[in-house]
């Protein structure tokens, strides 16, 4: 037995006979179980070592061989793992409810199984490979069936697409300048096409226009699920090649990069969701927001800015999944998302209308959820460093905030008379009321987080250190 | 002679990725396409072993291949762009533009890649400026997915003299029959609405 089979293999072949499952329930349950038990796995079985259950005696090995190069996954991989794990174990289980099961149940345990092979595989460089190969799989996911692919859709497969061949060729030459680092030349053609491949990949600005589209065209509770596991992915694979690489990582204008496209991002996004009138397209500012802040994080350019990116992963899902859902909640009544018309929805659907209004405010840092501690110390990092970058961060903050205020007014402008009601169902019931509940703990108790920090250092070999 | 075939592949590349962006026909495109897996094939076998080139051919046949069925069982496809000039001698002259642009660049970009012989790289650059091209002036999905699969035969030509990884041969030939499975899907999806 080894890890990649463990970690990879697995989910895939469930993934597959998921697929063939008829009960959409049956299949939110089967592949959020699997997913939490890869995760308790992962956050507990140790790995290259031997294991004694009676007379049986078992060891996880690291590697897996394919076709001449291997898959690898350590020990020190193993808390990432058990983070993406778990995460998409809480967005499978509750895709019933949310009405999507049928098909993100099975392809979103496959598509994070190819995601956590683009992390394993070696050279890391083929990362990419992997995850166009993700991303083809997304693709039936995000149609609706019987309409015609969206623009937001063929343009998410255009952009994703495109971003294959520079990073390929890039590695290429990256390997070059190992060989001669002194060839400035090379160095910055290699730079400028690494540059582009992750802006396509990141869907850094104006790549990003696909974001708020495919927001708008597809059930939000897919959308937002595609919105998490990407470009962390793509955040964890460009991090790859920060610590792979010494040039990469020191040099000086990496963090002034960073941080001028992060502020970009997140005041791009903050001003666009000021001014929105649609919940779907509302989430996807705030999810480009995200991407800025975490390249905010990076740009610290020390172990507090590994860290506090790692750390933003757990808020993030829990804050975008909350979201999502909320709105699906609201999207199986009201198919259209324009605040139009979902005003005074607040009255019939209490409980979704606070998750969506509490969980895009968590997203902003607000005070006693749970995106504010890990924002908090962000700010205070970065006000430390760069005060101008830091008031960027407050304007697009205050422009997600604005977009979080007016939702709550539409949502609770109904007519004087309107009764109170709720007609969440009573998954959606419980599902809103956990959500909610960890939503407020994880921001009153930051601190059960610190077994996960304790862990981290291993990740990177270069990076924080 | 090879020199003549190596040229000759090259102008099969340009025919093939010109008129997949000028004619509307999805048999011809299909042939079109097809015959750009041929020229690949030929181009990657001078530096490949033929068994190993011969993959980027069956790949792309079979890309083809799943597209032309799915073709086959669809409702007549509409060829109106609703956001672009419609003539077919202006998408010619798009196709002039970009064999212009990789002529301006396929000399630089050999001398840059130094490994990657002329041919293939002139094969190479002009699948990928005419992909890119065709890429640009479709909103039609089954369009979209063979202009993806124009630019990236490109890439490959390319890619195979500078990585000659069989996982990563293996990887690239999944995303070529993925990127068709998702053009098929597009194909059985209805059209667009024609926004007039």
Redesign the interface.
């Known amino acids: 037995m080894n890890a990649p089979v463990i970690w990879i293999l697995l989910p895939l072949a469930a993934a597959f006979l998921i697929w063939f499952v008829r009960s959409s329930n049956l299949q939110a349950w089967l592949a959020g179980c699997i997913s939490l038990a890869l995760a308790l796995l992962a956050w507990m079985l140790p790995l290259d070592t031997v294991l004694t259950l009676g007379s049986l005696s078992l060891k996880v090995a690291t590697t897996l061989d ?4 291997r898959f690898l996954l350590a020990n020190a991989d193993m808390p990432l793992l058990a983070i993406i794990y778990a995460t998409t174990a809480a967005w499978l289980v509750v895709s019933d409810a949310a009405g999507t099961a049928r098909r993100l149940a099975p392809v979103g345990l496959a598509v994070t199984a190819l995601l956590v092979a683009a992390q394993a595989v070696e050279p890391f460089l ?1 990362a990419s ?2 995850i ?2 993700a991303i ?2 997304t ?2 996911l995000l ?1 609706i069936k ?6 937001g859709l ?1 343009r998410f ?2 952009l994703q ?2 971003a ?2 520079f990073i ?2 890039s590695g ?1 030459l990256l390997a070059g300048i190992e060989a001669s680092p002194s060839d400035l030349v090379l160095v910055q ?1 290699t730079a400028i096409l690494l540059g582009l491949g992750f802006t396509l990949l990141l869907s850094i600005f104006p790549f990003s226009s696909w974001i708020p589209m495919l927001a708008e065209e597809t059930p939000v509770y897919k959308a937002g699920f595609i919105f998490w596991l990407l470009p962390t992915s793509a955040l964890l694979f460009g991090l790859g090649f920060m610590d792979h690489y010494a040039w990469i990582r020191e040099a000086p204008e990496l963090a002034v990069i960073l941080q001028a496209i992060g502020a970009v991002m997140i005041v791009s996004g903050g001003v666009w969701a000021a001014f929105q009138r649609h919940l779907g397209r509302l989430l996807g500012f705030s999810v480009m927001a995200e991407i800025g802040l975490s390249l905010l994080a990076l740009s610290l350019g020390n172990q507090a800015g590994i860290e506090l990116f790692i750390l933003m992963l757990i808020p993030r899902s829990l804050g975008l999944a909350l979201w999502a859902f909320s709105i699906s909640a609201l999207e199986t009544v009201q198919p259209s998302l324009r605040f139009s018309a979902v005003k005074g929805m607040a009255r019939t659907h209490p409980l979704a209308s606070a998750g969506i209004v509490l969980a895009s405010l968590s997203l902003t840092g607000f005070p006693l959820l749970a995106g504010f501690p890990v924002r908090q110390a962000l700010w205070a990092q970065l006000a430390a460093q760069s005060p101008a970058i830091a008031a960027l961060l407050l304007a697009g903050t205050l422009g997600l905030v604005a977009g979080a205020v007016r939702t709550l007014a539409v949502l609770v402008a109904a007519p004087g008379r309107t009764t109170w009601e709720t007609r969440e169902t009573l998954p959606q019931r419980i599902t809103l009321g956990l959500g909610l509940g960890i939503l407020f703990l994880m921001g009153s108790f930051p601190q059960w987080t610190a077994p996960l920090l304790a862990r981290l250092p291993g990740l990177f070999e270069h990076l924080g250190r | 002679m090879v020199i003549f075939l190596d040229w000759f592949s090259v102008l099969l590349l340009m025919g093939a990725a010109a008129g997949l962006l000028v004619l509307r026909n999805w048999r011809w495109s299909l042939i079109l396409l097809a015959a750009i897996y041929l020229g690949v094939f030929w181009l990657v076998s001078r530096h490949w072993p033929v068994g190993m080139a011969a993959v980027k051919l069956v790949t792309g046949w079979m890309a083809a291949a799943v597209l032309g069925i799915s073709q086959m069982n669809a409702p007549a496809e509409d060829t109106f762009e609703p956001a672009w000039p419609e003539g077919r001698a202006f998408r010619l002259l798009v196709a002039g533009l970009a064999v212009a642009v990789t002529a301006a660049i396929a000399p630089a970009v050999t001398g840059w890649l130094g490994v990657v012989p002329a041919p293939a790289a002139w094969g190479g650059a002009l699948l990928i400026s005419l992909g890119v091209a065709h890429l640009g002036m479709t909103a039609r999905p089954m369009r979209v997915a063979l202009g993806l699969l124009t630019l990236l035969a490109g890439f490959e030509t390319v890619y195979a003299f500078l990585e000659g990884s069989i996982l990563v041969t293996a990887l690239l030939a999944g995303i070529n029959l993925g990127l068709a499975l998702v053009g098929a899907y597009f194909i059985h999806a209805p059209e667009p609405e024609v926004e007039t």
């Not at chain 1, 019987?146 to 623009?151: D, E, F, H, I, S």
């Open positions: 394919v076709l001449g190069r083929y490979l992997l166009e190969l083809l799989l693709i039936p149609m019987g309409k015609p692919a969206g623009r063929l497969l255009i697409t495109l294959l061949p390929l060729f290429w053609q």
